[in-house]
């Protein structure tokens, strides 16, 4: 069994997630694409990593979920921020940032 | 709140997991609609948009094993799919499964049923306080030692007077009395006994008090204790029954007692018992000398040996033999514990079977292990396949597990209902009532009657 190449730096696509929902809740395949398109591309989601994190959040009680018909007329799965993620989104994003500043720092140093 | 959602998820998961897959399915069938949309919109055919979006979307079937690892119950579920598998396979192969079960019933069924008879007669104590320090003392006759006889209660008074080896002596003997009551008379079973007795047995009032010894002396009021299912079963367990007279064989006896639920004589008489009344003798009375009709148990005092206490009782038993030979000369003396008086002729038999089942146990198991080994030769191309298909080893080993858990259950289910018929409901050598699934009671049929 192959494990899978880490697309992102393992824990922040559940912060992604988490912050894309706090925008407006989403289907999984709208969540994939918004998170390309704010970064231009940069990042790609695995699809597979993208269910099981969504999956695991909804466990966790962060998200919940619900199905709901789509402007197209399809029943979707639907993803929604808790108030426990919106805590979490708060608590993650202060540990990114303590995380990037530090890298930075380190890659500054002269 | 984060358990709560997580209990109702996992309970989800478990109970219906249908549901759960028929939901990812669709949520990922969505997901490549999508995709495919969004493509087909950028000017693909759709034939070319579906081909895209399925490779954008990766292989689904990992997609769908992540998303239940994520579940937290991948190890509920891979036991239930082994579990299923096993059985499927046991279907096919019905020689193996059937040998293999049938070989682990045989096994379990009869150590089971021996180790049933073992708890039963050796291991489960008397059901007395300290049951190993109750000795057992009869009057025998050396032309026939194997003939234990029971003892008299003016000898039984001179032991207890003379010997330091015991901390309580006791006899008792069973006695039907008629009870007069208001729907007519019936009759009750009773146990007529020393007060010395209850102290051996360990016996505790639950209201009133014990049998004292100032109720033997003659010409004091009679007195009745009740036992515990009596009290309850004819009075309902009435709380003010102390105090009350029945009418016992015409004459009244003043309820001073009842004893606690399980305090139950030896049952080496007809019957159980429901009161115990006071033995009305005057140990001084050398006409009782020969009356052996009751029998002794005695309470070891604490440090004091069973050997001991042979010792100086065989030199008591001298002493009285030449103060009473008329009655005393021809009779000899035995000890033996409780325990062994019960079960003493079955102890050897009963561990030797113990033995030779244990063997027949690992003959069994490793009759299995060559079973499951010629099996798994066989098998090398099927596991070859799983694992090129992708199971590591631990999921091989839970496969394997899974199997023997299979065999070992069912085999175990098989062997106990056969143990149950195997364990026999009596048996002329052993203790009665000591076998069976059933509440210890032990009564020796070859007991001597107390009447012969």
Redesign the interface.
Known sequence: ?GRDKPDMIRGTLDMLILKVLSLEPM????V??RIQQISEDALQV????L??????L????WIRSYWQVTE?N????YYALTR?GERQLGLEREHWERLASAVTRILAAT | MRWISEIVFRLRATLCPGRLEREMDEEMAFHLEMEARKLLQRGMTPEEAMKQARRNFGEPMRHKERARESWGITMIMNLRNDVRLTLRSLRRNPVFAGVAIFTLALGIGANTATFSVVNGVLLRSLPFPRADRIVFLCEVRPDEARNCHTASPPNVADWANQSGSFEALGVFRWWPFMLGTSEGSRSVAATIATPGLMDVLGFQPALGRLLQPEDQAEGRRNVVVLSHDFWQSRFGGDPGIVGTTLDLDGSPFEVVGVLREGNDPPSLQPGITQIWTPLHIDPRDERHRNWRGFYALGRLAPGVSLSEARQEMESIRVGLATQHPETNAEWGLQLTTLQDRVVGGVRTTLLFFLGAVGLVLLITCANIANLILARMSSRERELGIRAALGADARRLAGLLLAEGLVLASLGAGLGLLLARFLIPSSSPWLPQGSLGWGRWNWTPRSWPSPWG
């Open positions: 069994m289907h999984g395949w709208g994939s694409e695995n699809q597979g990593s269910y099981a994190s969504l999956h695991k909804t466990r966790e009680g197209n399809r029943r979707a799965r426990a």
